[in-house]
């Protein structure tokens, strides 16, 4: 026992750091693949027929879930209050719910090969670090890994801590399917963040390594420009001190300049198509999870304005403070989700971005040193403007921060116009929104 955890605390290559992340996404259905061990000890991926079979089974259980809970008409917001507002909203969180469920269990049967194609590009890419002298701290990567999944795990405790009290101190007790039917998007979508985050930050700590490359390298430069009696070991000893929790050493005494240049480019080159891949595979899982996102945030804004401003929570067993807790806690732990997402994908797209102004820093500094050094300089300079690294969400939109100003403003007028529409109702004249929606009658 004492050996297997030693063993487990130690990774010795990729794919036993990122087993933690990997196990568990295979056990709850989200990919069909997971971390076995190789014929020669090494960690290696794997699909199985329990992978393809447990995800069918997900799919099944939620489905049912989904379709009683509909043919019930039991929804969480219904236990608070029903107006046809919050009808339109259960019509859109439950038809997006059932959406991104299929297309997430989708992705993750069907595109599974692009994104067992990353992580093989990522353990590729460790290979041709070494050719370099560079040795990565597998443990490190471990350890965010574990990090990133237990800040998941008590985030999620507290939501549910926090669900459950509000109607336990109401003596309200949905049942089972009901409780599924509103927790599951945020279940898949806690996971695929999990996934994510552990790619993109695997991948901008290669990319950091390369920039402490350059820069070294730059200093290797001007050192030798002031003081060209220098020995030319300064061109080939530098040491890069444990960049980004990243343990590595240049020190091959076999590769010029020019080399280790070429063998960056490599490597920006493999990683840019690895996460190439990888937007292809979590391409339509962000879409669906920044539209439940948004749909959430307008909807529980209006009902905590509702709430508070107006006379809906006095019909319910619930307070207003209870309204507000409730929905108020449901946006925060979704847009928490959104904004994890958008600072991963923003920090690694600037960390390529840094590769191409230090290169242009290397190519001064160097300039007139070496023709062929110039000139690797430059065809690296030139691939920087062609081999970018983005993330969208099926191409609608990128995931930056843009997005947050973008999700604020579309919420804000969404929500203006849902206060607009409920000041201006006659209560005794209206016809509902739901049936309006479903076309049974007309305006």
Same mark, same amino acid.
């Given at each position: 026992?004492?050996?297997?955890?030693?063993?487990?605390?130690?990774?010795?290559?990729?794919?036993?750091?990122?087993?933690?992340?990997?196990?568990?996404?295979?056990?709850?259905?989200?990919?069909?693949?997971?971390?076995?061990?190789?014929?020669?000890?090494?960690?290696?991926?794997?699909?199985?027929?329990?992978?393809?079979?447990?995800?069918?089974?997900?799919?099944?259980?939620?489905?049912?879930?989904?379709?009683?809970?509909?043919?019930?008409?039991? +929804?969480? =917001?219904?236990?608070?209050f029903r107006t046809?507002?919050? +009808?339109?909203?259960?019509?859109l969180q439950f038809?997006?719910?059932?959406?991104?469920?299929?297309?997430?269990?989708?992705?993750?049967? *069907?595109?599974?090969? @692009?994104?067992?194609?990353?992580?093989?590009?990522?353990?590729?890419?460790?290979?041709?670090?070494?050719?370099?002298?560079?040795?990565?701290?597998?443990?490190?990567?471990?350890?965010?890994? %574990?990090?990133?999944?237990?800040?998941?795990?008590?985030?999620?405790?507290?939501?549910?801590?926090?669900? %459950?009290?509000?109607?336990?101190?109401?003596?309200?007790?949905?049942?089972?399917?009901?409780?599924?039917?509103?927790?599951?998007?945020?279940?898949?979508?806690?996971?695929?963040?999990?996934?994510?985050?552990? *790619?993109?930050?695997?991948?901008?700590?290669?990319?950091?390594?390369?920039?402490?490359?350059?820069?070294?390298?730059?200093?290797?430069?001007?050192?030798?420009?002031?003081?060209?009696?220098?020995?030319?070991?300064?061109?080939?000893?530098?040491?890069?001190?444990?960049p980004l929790g990243?343990?590595?050493?240049?020190?091959?005494?076999? @590769?010029?300049?020019?080399?280790?240049?070429?063998?960056?480019?490599?490597?920006?080159?493999?990683?840019?198509?690895?996460?190439?891949?990888?937007?292809?595979?979590?391409?339509?899982?962000?879409?669906?999870?920044?539209?439940?996102?948004?749909?959430?945030?307008?909807?529980?804004?209006?009902?905590?304005?509702?709430?508070?401003?107006?006379?809906?929570?006095?019909? =319910?067993? *619930?307070? @207003?403070?209870?309204?507000?807790?409730?929905?108020?806690?449901?946006?925060?732990?979704?847009?928490?989700?959104?904004?994890?997402?958008?600072?991963?994908?923003?920090?690694?797209?600037?960390?390529?971005?840094?590769?191409?102004?230090?290169?242009?820093?290397? %190519?001064?500094?160097?300039?007139?040193?070496?023709?062929?050094?110039?000139? @690797?300089?430059?065809?690296?300079?030139?691939?920087?403007?062609?081999?970018?690294?983005?993330?969208?969400?099926?191409?609608?939109?990128?995931?930056?921060?843009?997005?947050? *100003? +973008?999700?604020?403003?579309?919420?804000?007028?969404?929500?203006?116009?849902?206060?607009?529409?409920?000041?201006?109702?006659?209560?005794?004249?209206?016809?509902?929104?739901?049936?309006?929606?479903?076309?049974?009658? =007309?305006?």
């Amino acid at each position: 026992m004492r050996k297997c955890l030693r063993t487990f605390l130690n990774p010795k290559d990729f794919y036993a750091a990122q087993r933690p992340v990997l196990r568990v996404s295979f056990l709850v259905g989200m990919t069909p693949f997971t971390v076995v061990k190789g014929p020669t000890e090494l960690m290696m991926l794997r699909c199985t027929p329990f992978g393809y079979i447990n995800s069918s089974v997900h799919v099944i259980l939620f489905c049912s879930c989904y379709v009683n809970a509909l043919l019930n008409g039991e +929804t969480i =917001t219904r236990f608070f209050f029903r107006t046809d507002i919050s +009808t339109l909203g259960d019509v859109l969180q439950f038809t997006i719910g059932i959406t991104a469920l299929f297309m997430t269990f989708f992705c993750s049967i *069907f595109q599974r090969n @692009k994104l067992i194609k990353s992580f093989h590009a990522l353990a590729s890419i460790d290979r041709r670090f070494k050719e370099i002298g560079m040795e990565t701290n597998y443990k490190s990567t471990l350890h965010y890994n %574990l990090l990133v999944m237990c800040t998941k795990v008590i985030i999620t405790s507290l939501y549910l801590v926090v669900c %459950l009290t509000v109607f336990i101190s109401s003596d309200t007790y949905p049942s089972v399917t009901t409780w599924m039917a509103f927790l599951l998007p945020y279940f898949m979508m806690s996971m695929v963040i999990v996934l994510f985050l552990c *790619f993109v930050n695997q991948t901008k700590h290669r990319f950091h390594l390369l920039n402490k490359v350059l820069k070294h390298l730059k200093q290797a430069a001007l050192e030798k420009r002031i003081s060209p009696q220098r020995r030319p070991s300064y061109w080939h000893a530098i040491k890069i001190q444990r960049p980004l929790g990243i343990a590595s050493v240049y020190s091959n005494n076999d @590769k010029s300049m020019p080399d280790v240049v070429a063998t960056v480019a490599e490597i920006q080159d493999a990683l840019c198509e690895a996460c190439s891949c990888a937007e292809d595979y979590f391409t339509i899982q962000m879409l669906t999870i920044v539209t439940i996102v948004f749909v959430i945030i307008v909807f529980n804004s209006y009902y905590v304005l509702d709430a508070l401003l107006g006379s809906t929570s006095r019909d =319910t067993p *619930f307070s @207003k403070g209870q309204f507000a807790m409730f929905f108020l806690c449901q946006a925060m732990v979704y847009g928490f989700g959104v904004f994890n997402i958008v600072y991963g994908s923003s920090s690694l797209v600037q960390e390529n971005d840094n590769i191409g102004s230090n290169v242009h820093k290397l %190519l001064n500094a160097a300039a007139g040193a070496d023709s062929e050094l110039a000139g @690797k300089l430059m065809q690296l300079s030139l691939q920087m403007v062609h081999r970018k690294v983005r993330f969208s969400a099926c191409g609608l939109f990128s995931l930056d921060f843009t997005l947050l *100003f +973008t999700l604020v403003g579309a919420a804000t007028t969404y929500l203006v116009i849902l206060i607009q529409y409920e000041l201006s109702m006659d209560e005794s004249k209206h016809e509902t929104i739901a049936r309006a929606f479903l076309g049974n009658e =007309t305006w």
